[in-house]
């Protein structure tokens, strides 16, 4: 479907400027959409648009500031043994997964997001001999083979975890922030199998000193600097201890795939992924916030106060990004579809988290957010699995419609109309998400 031409992408850009004044420029609409301004909208549009009155001044139509893939949108990429991802960087290579693919349940391994700091490790010849290392403020440091992990010493568990990007809905920052523009698609929820992280630190036996993790794998800086480390970050001793932070060996049963980690990582649900160390090495306890490479600054760091949008800052007045805040994806319905003349009802569905918390709720709108309807939320099978989410919205005619979902978590905590707590690197984005339908 044809929403978008090449000459309109300077528009978007006027748009992220000064939404208001492009209104007038570019439409010549100026306070309730009527007559010429809603003409030529319709017109850009191709159709008619049934909720015009309750379009929000400044306010681009989603399907002319989002392109499909069709419309020269996102750059997609097939890697071997991989759905076609959205390429968002080929140095290091880090590719998202559009939001119809993330509809299973337990996200199989070809469906994963990847993303990486630095070049991928060769496999090892035997997996079972990789040896990882705790150390530091403990009693009894331990050093373990991935043969061990599996023998018996530490009983096995299994759980569906989500991972998430720290950087998930950076694109919808404005202005745009440093970092790969992910959209809503670098998030998973695979079923995980290992040891659980605490009862490793139980037999190392932590020391009253022990404060924070610092946390190393064997992926290789981008710059060939065997001293260089391409990123290691490291958490409060107390979600260490979590009973669901692992140090997984399985990912959906099967070892786990080189490009995600094997043949053992670090699994750190609800939390920014990049604490979901690959390839892990080391665990390396502390006495003090680590400061490893990806620590401290602005990375993985947002405003404890707001600062201004595109503003320079060094991020002394932030705090680390912990617990992720509540999202939803849709999984059934792609952004740009069109669907047959006389449609009159749309079954939604999709999933939702929110960090360490639930969601108690998922909403959706036809009318540009004027009204919503909930949808029916199932509880997750277990703590930190992501939550599906399902209904139906009725449409009173054909034309042009946006479908706008968000959830709420269990603290009552919404998604935002527009991105919040701007900073440099784009963390935390978690903005109403929106996907335009044609109906006829």
């Known amino acids: 479907m044809p929403f978008l ?119 090892p010849s035997d997996p079972r001999t990789w040896k990882i290392r705790i150390d530091g403020e403990v009693n009894r440091p331990l050093e373990l083979t991935v043969g061990e992990l599996e023998g018996g010493r530490f009983p096995l568990v299994t759980r569906r975890l989500q991972l998430e990007c720290g950087g998930n809905g950076r694109s919808f920052f404005s202005p745009e922030t440093r970092g790969n523009q992910w959209g809503n698609g670098a998030v998973s929820c695979a079923e995980w199998t290992g040891v659980r992280l605490r009862d490793l630190l139980l037999a190392a036996g932590l020391k009253e000193s022990a404060k924070f993790t610092g946390h190393y794998g064997a992926d290789p800086h981008l710059s060939g600097d065997q001293e260089r480390q391409a990123i290691s970050r490291g958490m409060r001793i107390e979600k260490a201890q979590d009973e669901d932070t692992l140090v997984a060996i399985r990912m959906n049963g099967q070892l786990i795939p080189l ?13 920014p992924g990049s604490l979901s160390q690959k390839w892990l090495t080391r665990i390396w306890i502390r006495d003090r916030p680590h400061d490893g490479q990806g620590m401290g600054g602005t990375s993985y760091r947002v405003p404890v106060r707001p600062i201004v949008p595109g503003s320079r800052n060094d991020g002394s007045e932030f705090r680390e990004l912990e617990s992720m805040p509540v999202r939803s994806i849709l999984t059934n319905l792609s952004h740009g579809t069109r669907l047959p003349v006389g449609t009159r009802e749309v079954n939604l569905r999709g999933h939702a988290w929110a960090g360490d918390k639930t969601v108690r709720a998922v909403h959706a709108s ?75």
Do not use: C
């Open 5 to 123: 031409g090449k000459a309109e992408r300077s528009v978007r850009e006027l748009y992220q400027d000064d939404p208001e004044r492009s209104d007038a420029l570019v439409w010549g609409r100026r306070g309730a959409l009527q007559g010429a301004a809603l003409g030529a909208m319709g017109a850009a549009l191709g159709a008619t648009i049934p909720f015009a009155a309750r379009l929000p001044g400044g306010l681009l139509p989603a399907a002319l500031a989002q392109p499909t893939s069709a419309e020269g949108g996102p750059r997609m990429v097939q890697l071997e043994g991989k759905a076609p991802l959205i390429l968002q960087g080929e140095r290091p290579l880090n590719a998202e997964t559009p939001e119809t693919l993330l509809d299973d349940d337990v996200t199989p391994a070809e469906k994963m997001f990847v993303r990486n700091n630095g070049q991928v490790p060769d496999a």
């Open 366 to 440: 036809i009318d540009f957010g004027a009204t919503w309807r909930e949808m029916r939320t199932d509880p997750p099978s277990n703590r930190y699995a992501w939550q599906r989410w399902s209904g139906r919205v009725d449409l009173p005619s054909d034309g042009y419609f946006e479908v706008w979902y968000r959830a709420t978590d269990s603290d009552g905590l919404m998604q935002p109309h527009i991105a919040a707590n701007w900073n440099p690197q784009g963390y935390g984005s978690n903005a109403v998400s929106r996907a335009a339908i044609m109906v006829g």
């Open 259 to 271: 490009i995600h980690g094997a043949p053992v990582r670090l699994v750190t649900p609800g939390w």
